[in-house]
Structure formats: structure tokens, C-alpha cells
């Protein structure tokens, strides 16, 4: 067994189609499952902290479920084990000329609510890194509870969730190769039936893993890039407010009362 350069190089710089779909597909299922797990995350978090006890625990319990138990056991028993349950079976869906297959739906589900446990806990600690005393002063003055959260609270913790939501995302590329075992033909799967009728097994591994590297180290870039217009941001309304403060010029004056 020796490994062919040549065909490792065409299949790096030339893939099938096949292979650039399975590559699609990896990244759709990336980007649609951690937007939905991150809504998840959202409402489980504000849930975690409602005053409804019921709430409060009905959440512990998914979040305790989800993370305690394998990605791979609950990929499968959502597309497998309900559907041999007769508790609800996935089916393909049409959306004119786009059609969803029913373990595509399966393993967006699945990797959704696994992300959504996850993010709950990161978004729960990001809201608790907010001074209380800013959340009282709103409520002093009469500020709703849904626009408290969107103008003071979320706003802030935005600093502390975006990191670990950076790195969420790039495992989150790296567990999207879990949904091959229900048939999805992600970029993992793809390779596979290569393999199968090539028989380049090395080649072909080693070829995914580049990909996925350069995914992975791609989005490290952007998450970087993101990281850095944030923290600027931040340092810049930071700066700005204490020269308005001890300047009295800018919007500070602005927003004041004519005398």
C-alpha cells in the first residue's frame, strides 16, 4: 500500500460534486443547527431564570439530559428510536424546488437541542456577569422586563457569550460529521463511498481532514475578527462615556434638559 500523490492531490483541488454537496451540506447543517441551538439556548436561559418553579425546572431537566448523555445516542434515537416507537417519524419535506430529506430535518433536531443545552448555560452565566445594580436602576424607572433585557442586560453579556460562541460553532463543524451514522451525506459520508469505490482510504481521510481543518481554521479568522470589532467597540463606548462624563461634551450634553 503506498500513497498516491497524484490521486490525492486531484481529489484536494478537483473534488466530485458529490464531494463539494457533502461539503455543502456540512456547512448548511452547521450554521442552521447553531442559529436555532442558540435561539434554544435564549429562551432556556431566560427560562432558568423566570420565577415560575415549574419553568425553572422543567429547563434543568433538558439541559441535564442533553449534556449528560452522547450526541450520537440522541442523533439516533430522535430519527430511529421515536420512529420505532411509533411516537413520530421524520418525512421529507418540499419546499418547491428544495426538498428536505426526514434525516436531514433528524439530525438538525438533534444537534439543535444538544447546542441549545449548552448555550443556555453560557448564556444564563454571560446575564449573570451583568452588575445588578443596572437592572434594578431599570426597573426603577419603569422598564419592561422583555426591553430590559434587549437594551441593558443582553447587550452587555453579548462580551461574555460571543467567545464560547465562537468555539461552539467550531465544534459544532466537527460534531456535524455524527449525523453520517442516520445516512445524511455530509462531507464525512461523502468520503466514504469514496472510499468504497477506490479503495484510497488514506488519501481520502487525509483529504476530509484538511477540509475540515481549513473550516475550522477559516472560522478561527472570522471569530477572531468578530472578537476584536467587539472588544473595540466596547473599549470605544467605555472611553466615550467617561469623557462625556468628566468633559461634559457630546451626547452627554446633548440628552440633557434645556435649562
Do not use: C
Amino acid at each position: 500500500m503506498h500513497f498516491d500523490w497524484p490521486f490525492f492531490w486531484r481529489y484536494l483541488f478537483e473534488p466530485s460534486q458529490s464531494y463539494l454537496a457533502g461539503l455543502g451540506l456540512t456547512v448548511v447543517l452547521s450554521v442552521v443547527s447553531q442559529t436555532l441551538g442558540t435561539a434554544i439556548g435564549l429562551f432556556a436561559a431566560l427560562a432558568r431564570l423566570s420565577r415560575l418553579r415549574p419553568l425553572r425546572g422543567v429547563v434543568r431537566a433538558y439541559v441535564w439530559v442533553m449534556r449528560g448523555t452522547p450526541l450520537l445516542v440522541q442523533i439516533v434515537f430522535i430519527y430511529t428510536g421515536l420512529a420505532a416507537a411509533d411516537l413520530f417519524r421524520f418525512h421529507d419535506i418540499s419546499l418547491g424546488l428544495l426538498t428536505i430529506p426526514g434525516n436531514v430535518q433528524a439530525g438538525i433536531v438533534a444537534l439543535s437541542l444538544n447546542e441549545g443545552a449548552y448555550m443556555a448555560e453560557i448564556i444564563r452565566a454571560g446575564i449573570a456577569s451583568v452588575d445588578p445594580g443596572q437592572t434594578e436602576a431599570a426597573k426603577s424607572v419603569g422598564m419592561t422586563y422583555g426591553l430590559l433585557m434587549r437594551r441593558i442586560v443582553l447587550p452587555q453579556a453579548a462580551r461574555f457569550i460571543i467567545p464560547p460562541l465562537g468555539n461552539e460553532f467550531n465544534a459544532m463543524l466537527k460534531n456535524s460529521t455524527l449525523v453520517s451514522v442516520i445516512g445524511v451525506q455530509e462531507l464525512l459520508l461523502s468520503t466514504e463511498t469514496l472510499t468504497s469505490a477506490t479503495f484510497r482510504v488514506f488519501e481520502l481521510y487525509s483529504i476530509v481532514a484538511l477540509y475540515f481543518l481549513t473550516l475550522t481554521t477559516g472560522w478561527g479568522f472570522i471569530q477572531g475578527f468578530i472578537e476584536a470589532k467587539f472588544g473595540e467597540a466596547s473599549a470605544q463606548a467605555k472611553d466615550a462615556s467617561a469623557v462625556r462624563r468628566l468633559l461634559g461634551f457630546g451626547r452627554w450634553r446633548e440628552a440633557r434638559p434645556p435649562a
